[in-house]
């Protein structure tokens, strides 16, 4: 098969179209036969050799695919109910840039109706992280008030959408005015430029000075020292990526005084059952809401598998909002 190879740490130009044998499904998987790949952040980071895959799983990177069950362990198979030739999408630990992927059943979804495989291939990352952070560790509830750091990222536009959707007033940051204005467009309420504003400041206008409840953060560093700030009592802060370094200063004395909480997550190296509870979680409360059109998959570009490189750049770049999709 083609897939996508690391040739070796660095540049986008590393990644180079190559040949692997087709893998092969084991007990409790499913071999899928990919249409598209979504690429996300810690993608890059394994290119960059900052991420390395969990021990025993493929190194190709690619942690999200969709397409048809080509073979697969039966019994598995029928207690989730998928039979071969099903489209399904799922969440993966990485071999996802390939045109043939292994993946336990238990992280595989179906196809939500009306949606195309590019569509689906950008759901598993983003969806399974947002719902183990934002409702599972962040305890988010309706009338709570939720600030998104990176509005327009693939975890950004899918926050913004399930958190409106549950009922919850949505807060975002974006690097510029058009990035603020598609994230209003998607549901947040209010939009920060974090390059023209104080967004602490902002969010204590916005909230009479109460704060926020929950804060999803992908930046770190210095950033949660502000954040800690922004939070109303009892708020909490998750963690999920720490783009803007590991070392962050806060005031203990208003964790103290407000009760907070500074909790975050990888979701990679987590057990395949931990992974299946979230996907049982999405395709009872969330999938429901994909296939009614409630909440859309929002596609930036899609590449050919061959050009992956590229897709890598427009990653780092920035410039995207939402996600990025390989093809095969």
Known sequence: MRAVEITSFGAPDVLRLGERPVPQAGAGELLIC?????????????????????PGTSDLPGLEVAGVIEAGDAAAMAEAGFRIGDRVCALVAGGGYAQWCVAPVVQCLPVPDGLSDVEAASLPETFFTVWSNVFDRGRLQPGETLLIQGGTSGIGVTAIQLARAFGATVIVTAGNDAKCSACLSMGAHHAINYKAQDFVSEVQCITAGKGVDVVLDMVGGDYVAREVECLAEDGRIVIIAVQGGIQSGFNAGLVLRRRLTITGSTLRPRPVAFKGAIARALRERVWPLLASGAIKPVIHSTFAAADAAQAHVLMESGQHIGKIVLTW
């Open 34 to 54: 990919v249409s598209a790949s979504g690429i996300n952040r810690p993608d890059v980071l394994q290119r960059l050799g900052h991420y390395a895959p969990p």
